[in-house]
């Protein structure tokens, strides 16, 4: 399994809703991220974990909490969240061992806050 | 500060021709460089990658060059096909060893092959 699988792929969610997506990879990878993209902007980074441990937050809003429970999953928890945060949100694994340096993402979460 | 910079938003080339997407870094921290290709509302797709320490990899048609001095990369694409069609990112990492720093990314270049 080569691949890092986000659930779900479209999310519609309104202002007071709280919704979590799903971030999973069975590649034995211990680093694990969160970005947003915008449309017509690059992925920017949220969130790193490291072995299972927060390692990076790029000073991202408190309604955005990531988690990890294990080291295959990745979530991120939405809380009152504004409609200027719909975006595309990417989730990305990545080797922490040898010379794999390669990040693999997954197809995003099409989120859209109404 | 934007520490990756694609100059070009948009490129056309004939099917064929070659391609050449061009990348530059401020950061001298950066050292591993990645080429990503993204259609809309998909995840991006790794396509080659280079370390600081080499000035160039290749791979099938796609060839990346670092010029560490200049702070540049460029990626080839040769022959150009249609399927090549997509926005291409340019990121950077800092391998921060054992620990594992995020992407910092350019704004993308989208090409657009002609037949």
């Known amino acids: 399994d080569t691949e890092v699988t986000q659930t779900p792929k479209h999310l519609v969610m309104g202002m007071t809703n709280k919704k979590s997506l799903k971030c999973e990879q069975h590649m034995g990878h211990r680093a694990m991220y969160w970005y947003k993209q915008k449309a017509k902007k690059p992925p920017e980074l949220m969130f790193v974990?490291?072995?299972?441990?927060?390692?990076i937050n790029e000073s991202v809003p408190s309604r955005f909490s990531p988690e990890c429970p294990n080291s295959s999953l990745l979530n991120l928890h939405l809380h009152a969240l504004q409609p200027e945060d719909s975006a595309l949100y990417l989730c990305?694994?990545?080797?922490?061992?040898?010379?794999?340096?390669?990040?693999?993402f997954g197809s995003g979460t099409r989120l859209t806050v109404v | 500060d934007q520490q990756v910079k694609q100059n070009s938003p948009s490129l056309s080339v004939q099917e064929g021709r070659i391609s050449i997407l061009n990348c530059d870094y401020t950061?001298?921290?950066?050292?591993?460089f990645l080429w990503y290709k993204k259609y809309p509302a998909e995840g991006p797709t790794f396509l080659i990658s280079?370390?600081?320490?080499?000035d160039k990899n290749e791979d099938g048609r796609f060839t990346v060059f670092l010029n560490k001095s200049a702070k540049h990369l460029s990626l080839h694409i040769v022959p150009s096909q249609p399927g090549d069609s997509a926005v291409y990112f340019c990121a950077a990492s800092k391998y921060s060893g054992g620990g594992a720093d995020g992407l910092t990314f350019g704004k993308g270049t989208h090409l657009i092959i002609q037949p």
């Open positions: 974990y490291s072995y299972e441990k927060l390692s």
């Open positions: 280079i370390s600081s320490i080499k």
């Open positions: 990305a694994s990545r080797s922490t061992t040898g010379k794999t340096y390669g990040y693999t």
């Open positions: 950061n001298s921290m950066f050292d591993y």
